[in-house]
């Protein structure tokens, strides 16, 4: 079965500092997606960044950048300029390639706190 | 997102009651699944399903029921409501149109058993 591991609990970031969420996986498959979610105290779902992992350009979106090692089995996120409305938890998923559930395989989560 | 209603948005019940909570969708999509999120655990898959009357089994479906009879709406049942299962629960859709679509999440329900 495929894991999800996000070793920092919590972290935080001073306003305007670029901040970097890690995350690894443990997968036998060679094709699989990867996805960044924003959780704010809203409780809502936000999705941040997605990433194919035949890929090997790492993707981005405005602020966000991920950092795909695929031989480490490794998908950090990059905040850039952090700003106090990127508070919040952040989970890193995966899902397969190819039919089935399209279920995705969440890690526990990170709380980033942004200090002003 | 994905015009994706959970009800009800909060509930608290005694143990040994059933409950059910509802996840309406408005965007036709084939996939519908219940999460629960708990402090420490992140979300985990209760049970899914993949068309009308199609369901299964996700990693923590013990001591929960899902029925699907329409494509808009999936509905989670826990048939004698326990202490372990004060979570919130969390509603997604797909419609996985490539592989790399997202799961859409409705706004969540925070049930408490007392």
């Known amino acids: 079965a495929q894991t999800v591991t996000q070793s920092q609990p919590e972290m935080s970031v001073q306003e305007a500092e670029t901040v970097t969420l890690s995350c690894t996986y443990d997968?036998?498959?060679?094709?699989?997606?990867l996805f960044w979610y924003k959780q704010p105290p809203s409780r809502q779902m936000i999705l941040v960044i997605r990433?194919?992992?035949?890929?090997?350009q790492n993707a981005t979106e405005n602020r966000f950048s991920v950092n795909f090692q695929k031989a480490a089995k490794s998908f950090s996120l990059k905040i850039s300029d952090s700003q106090l409305g990127d508070a919040a938890m952040y989970f890193c998923?995966?899902?397969?390639?190819?039919?089935?559930?399209?279920?995705?395989?969440f890690g526990k989560g990170t709380k980033l706190s942004v200090i002003p | 997102d994905a015009g994706i209603t959970q009800s009800p948005r909060h509930k608290v019940t005694e143990t040994g009651t059933p409950v059910t909570l509802r996840c309406h969708q408005t965007?036709?999509?084939?996939?519908m699944y219940w999460y629960r999120q708990d402090p420490g655990h992140g979300l985990r898959l209760i049970h899914y399903?993949?068309?009308?009357?199609?369901?299964d089994k996700g990693e923590v479906s013990d001591g929960y029921s899902v029925s699907r009879s329409k494509t808009e709406d999936f509905l989670l049942t826990l048939e004698s409501a326990t202490s372990s299962q004060t979570s919130v629960y969390f509603c997604?859709?797909?419609?996985?149109?490539?592989?790399?679509?997202?799961?859409?999440f409705g706004n969540g329900t925070r049930l408490t058993v007392t």
């Open positions: 399903s993949y068309g009308v009357k199609d369901t």
């Open positions: 965007e036709n999509h084939r996939y």
């Open positions: 998923a995966y899902r397969r390639v190819g039919a089935g559930s399209y279920q995705l395989t």
């Open positions: 990433q194919e992992a035949y890929k090997q």
């Open positions: 997604a859709t797909t419609n996985p149109q490539s592989d790399n679509s997202p799961l859409h």
């Open positions: 997968t036998s498959e060679s094709d699989y997606y």
